[in-house]
């Protein structure tokens, strides 16, 4: 049995299409799966904050150090960060917002990146001073875009900041099975909006089937 986080992070609702096709993944994936347990975490309709000066503070003071105040400081990255754990298999739908991700997606990612709790910092180690400390996982990414050319080889991929951040970031703390879902065209909509929402839906069918 697994555990599969599902994380959104548009501000939109039924007309969000990240959001629809990580429900779609989700769905399908409980159909192929019954015994798994899913969550659910929408950063775009119920923001996470920003990072803090307390918040810095706490995240790097060994917690053995930590104040009352600075334990309050950190406490709902530490449930953030407990629920990322507790998860096998990821599935995130992102927009692309001014060729990045959203920034509600970004505090969510500053609020799970932690020092010894996701990554590990060995300053004696100079060399190599990360260890990522998020291993065995799987994550599916869902991106949606207005417009096209962002993938590999396309008129526009130089860019593209969101998906290569993506990949880099759960890169860092361990997490390099991704699996990108690309949705464009969502601006012209349309036939090649109609074309890319069914070849998404292909794709997701043939991962959920393994
Ligand atoms: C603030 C904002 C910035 C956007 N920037 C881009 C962009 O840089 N490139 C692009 O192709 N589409 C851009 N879009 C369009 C969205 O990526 C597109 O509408 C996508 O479908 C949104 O995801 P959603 O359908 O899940 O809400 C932007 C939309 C918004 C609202």
Known sequence: MAHLLHIDCSPRSERSHSKKLTREFVEAW?????GDIVSYRDVGCNPV?????????????PPEQHTPELQEAIRLSDQLVDEFLAADIYVIGSPMYNFSIPSTLKAYIDQIVRPGRTFKFEPDNPANPYKPLV?????????ARGGSGFGTGGKYEKLNYQTPYLATIFGFIGITD???????????????????????????????AG
Do not use: C
């Open 30 to 34: 409980k159909q192929a799966h019954p």
């Open 49 to 61: 904050p920003h990072v803090d000066e307390p918040w810095i503070a706490a995240a790097y003071t």
């Open 135 to 143: 291993l065995g996982k799987k994550m599916f990414i869902i991106s």
């Open 178 to 208: 991704i699996t990108f879902i690309d949705l464009e065209n969502d601006e012209s909509g349309g036939k090649e909006l109609a074309d890319a929402i069914a070849a998404a839906r292909t794709q997701i069918t043939q991962l959920v």
